[in-house]
């Protein structure tokens, strides 16, 4: 593995029989960053985690993580990965504080101190004595994030870290999450909440049907999918001028009196424009949104 990566996945596959759950998915995962994992329910993602914490055998491929091999019978490393998967695993009756002293108790370097320091960390401080069973489910969502927390790990891999809670509280997720990469830890997230992973990723990874589709900064994949609004005295004749200079017809589409151009620079457009009789009154871009990516990407579409 390259020391560029915390976590590096190569060529993964895995086969049940004839059923292809995952097909070809890499991943490179720099230190201290914040990584999204998105993909359509039976896309690949929860098998792809199971094999990156050494809980499923990949039929094919390679995981190292902190530079070490990881498979069901060589795992030793995850002990510097702290996991929420699912619905995290509670004692209900017992309150917040006393299920991360029974957690503790694998932990030999955790103290009375961390366990504190972890309940403040995300919020739960002061529910006292309330037993786990009367918590909300965001609620619920905060302490699985504390469990995970609990052994203070280099590299954090959560499943839908934000299920359940409200604005206030995924806003209060996001800036820990944020604080925790700027000290040097690295955050796996696979999530659904494309808004919110977009707010809090540094890169992202796309897989539609067990094969990754795009992986790349949200930045990169906005800037991919840029959509320029160009308004004419004639609409279709400003099409047949774009599609002149573009990749194709699946670039540029009529929306009524405008034209939208997938693509293109937008000097290219104007210019193109002008040369041929047509002076736009109207040329303004589309502001792009993960989602929009996401929707393109796996279910295999592009604008147009």
């Known amino acids: 593995m390259s ?3 915390v976590l590096e996945a190569q060529h993964l596959r895995k086969y049940y029989h004839s059923v292809h759950a995952v097909e070809d998915i890499s991943l490179h995962i720099k230190p201290g960053e914040i990584f999204g994992f998105l993909g359509p329910n039976g896309a690949g993602k929860t098998t792809t985690i199971g094999m990156i914490l050494g809980l499923i055998k990949p039929t094919a491929g390679s995981i190292t993580v902190f530079g070490d091999t990881v ?8 002990r510097r990965v702290g996991t929420m998967m699912g619905a995290p695993s509670m004692l209900m009756g017992y309150s917040a504080r006393q299920n991360l002293r029974m957690l503790a108790r694998l932990y030999p370097q955790v103290n009375a101190e961390r366990i504190e320091y972890v309940l403040k960390l995300v919020g739960l401080k002061d529910v ?8 909300s489910t965001g609620m619920k969502q905060r302490l699985g994030l504390a469990l995970a927390l609990l052994g203070d790990p280099d590299l954090l891999i959560l499943d839908e870290p934000t299920n359940g809670m409200d604005p206030v509280g995924m806003h209060e997720i996001r800036l820990l999450l944020r604080d925790l990469a700027s000290q040097g830890k690295t955050v796996f997230i696979s ?7 977009q707010l809090i990723c540094d890169r992202v990874a796309i897989v539609r049907q067990g094969t990754l589709v795009a992986e790349g900064s949200v930045v990169e994949l906005l800037a991919r999918e840029n959509t320029t609004r160009v308004k004419t005295a004639d609409p279709n004749r400003a099409a047949a001028l774009c599609k002149e200079i ?3 017809s699946e670039n540029i589409r009529i929306n009524g009196v405008y034209v939208d151009i997938q693509g293109l ?3 290219q457009i104007v210019e193109h424009l002008v040369q041929g009789g047509l002076t736009p009154t109207e040329v303004f871009p589309i502001q792009n949104n993960l989602e929009n990516v996401f929707l393109q990407l796996a279910q295999g579409t592009t604008k147009g």
């Open 3 to 5: 020391a560029e990566f």
């Open 128 to 135: 006292n004595n309330r037993p786990v069973k009367q918590f």
């Open 246 to 248: 573009g990749n194709g």
């Open 265 to 267: 620079v937008v000097e």
């Open 71 to 78: 498979t069901p019978f060589h795992n030793t490393v995850l």
């Open 191 to 197: 999530s659904h909440l494309l808004h919110e992973m």
